[in-house]
């Protein structure tokens, strides 16, 4: 049991070139991390709003497996998953039908976790201010938490957040966050009973349920 022990995500921000691919995969939540058992939407767009697009992805499981085989449901250029799974990690695409164009890629990652650090959905743009949010499976509101890069203390974020002001080539790195502080809800009642003076203190603390 690891009750308050620290709990740590990593996450890897890269900073890539905008593309100029017609096509682009969009991921909806706007996230790349997930935990297990959410559903994301990804849905190709091009100029003409066409429907002669489907996602393909890399996974451990399988290369170029198409949104229809199994993985996701596809309808038009939209492909749903449900119930994610670790096992869904990887990357992600859209392709044309023909196969003969094809949108950049997205990393998605599925973590069985209880503690998931979200960043943005890649590409990260030069200058762009990018909010690190480090986010608890139970309970989901926000919990305050400590961000490293590359092993070193960033800094914290009282609700959870941390944002990185304008970003370049020095904050490519690897991210991580804690949260290892429980919210305790304590409230003792006193009562006196009785001319002994028999004291007695109920305890009614609580405890959120423990971050495992
Ligand atoms: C997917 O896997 C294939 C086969 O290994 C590889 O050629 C291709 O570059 C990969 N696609 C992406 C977007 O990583």
């Known amino acids: 049991m690891e009750g308050t022990s620290v709990h740590r995500l990593l ?8 593309s100029t691919n017609q096509v682009h995969l969009t991921v909806s939540p706007s996230r790349s991390q997930f935990f297990q058992y959410e559903s994301v939407t990804l849905i190709c767009e091009d ?3 066409s429907d002669g697009w489907t996602v393909r992805r890399n996974t ?3 290369t170029r497996t198409e949104c ?5 449901k596809l309808n038009g250029s939209v492909c749903n998953m449900n119930y994610m799974q670790p096992s869904d990690s990887g990357v992600y695409w859209c392709e044309s039908r023909s196969g003969s164009s094809s949108s950049s890629s997205i ?8 503690v998931i650090l979200q960043s943005p959905v890649l590409p990260v743009m030069e200058g762009d201010d990018v909010t690190l949010s480090c986010r608890a499976r139970n309970p989901t509101h926000n919990l305050p938490a400590a961000f490293y890069k ?3 203390f960033i800094g914290d974020g009282s609700s959870g957040h941390m944002t990185l002001l304008h970003v370049s080539s020095s904050d490519e790195g690897l991210y991580k966050c ?3 502080v429980m919210e305790v809800i304590s409230s003792s009642r006193i009562s006196v009973k009785g001319q002994r003076s028999a004291a007695s203190v109920s305890d009614l603390n609580t405890f959120s349920p423990i971050l495992n």
Do not use: T
């Not at 229809?68 to 996701?72: A, E, L, T, V, Y």
């Open 11 to 18: 996450a890897l921000i890269f900073l890539l070139s905008r």
């Open 47 to 49: 100029e003409n709003r």
């Open 60 to 62: 451990s499981r399988g």
């Open 68 to 72: 229809k085989d199994g993985w996701g």
């Open 107 to 114: 990393q998605l990652s599925v973590s069985g976790g209880s």
């Open 150 to 152: 590359d092993g070193s």
């Open 178 to 180: 804690n949260i290892n």
